[in-house]
């Protein structure tokens, strides 16, 4: 009979740890459970078209901003423009070439230039 009883008592303690543990941390979300290829689809329609605004960087020689390539046909370089400060009205311009980060000639920000795929 007491053997019984745990039983009894057992689902009931279990969905309790259950239900506490789900309303600490919530229910997980589709992207948050997906795997494998599901994951990589969520991936891909988080940002179908390369739209949303990129992650910025400091801009120093550890952390330097990066500039995408696209087109290989180009070379191995791309025309950058700086503003240097946030109320400047000229653009400094220079080439960034692709390997090591390089240096604004005005303010002094890194840039790396990095090979970009489009996603199809």
């Given at each position: 009979?007491?053997?019984?009883a745990?039983?009894?008592?057992?689902?009931?303690?279990?969905?309790?740890?259950?239900?506490?543990?789900?309303?600490v941390?919530?229910?997980?979300?589709?992207?948050?459970?997906?795997?494998g290829?599901?994951?990589?689809?969520?991936?891909?329609?988080?940002?179908?078209?390369?739209?949303?605004?990129p992650?910025?960087?400091?801009?120093?020689q550890?952390?330097?901003?990066?500039?995408?390539?696209?087109?290989?046909?180009?070379?191995?370089?791309?025309?950058?423009?700086?503003?240097?400060?946030?109320?400047?009205?000229a653009?400094?311009?220079?080439?960034?070439?692709?390997?090591?980060?390089?240096?604004?000639?005005?303010?002094?920000?890194?840039?790396?230039?990095?090979?970009?795929?489009?996603?199809?």
């Amino acid at each position: 009979m007491a053997a019984r009883a745990l039983l009894l008592l057992r689902p009931s303690a279990a969905t309790t740890i259950i239900r506490n543990f789900s309303f600490v941390s919530g229910i997980p979300t589709d992207e948050e459970q997906a795997t494998g290829w599901s994951a990589l689809l969520f991936i891909g329609h988080h940002d179908p078209y390369s739209m949303l605004k990129p992650k910025e960087y400091a801009g120093t020689q550890d952390e330097p901003h990066i500039v995408p390539s696209i087109v290989p046909s180009i070379g191995n370089k791309r025309l950058v423009g700086c503003l240097c400060e946030e109320d400047n009205t000229a653009i400094v311009w220079f080439w960034v070439h692709e390997g090591h980060a390089q240096r604004c000639p005005s303010c002094g920000s890194h840039y790396q230039l990095v090979h970009h795929e489009l996603p199809h």
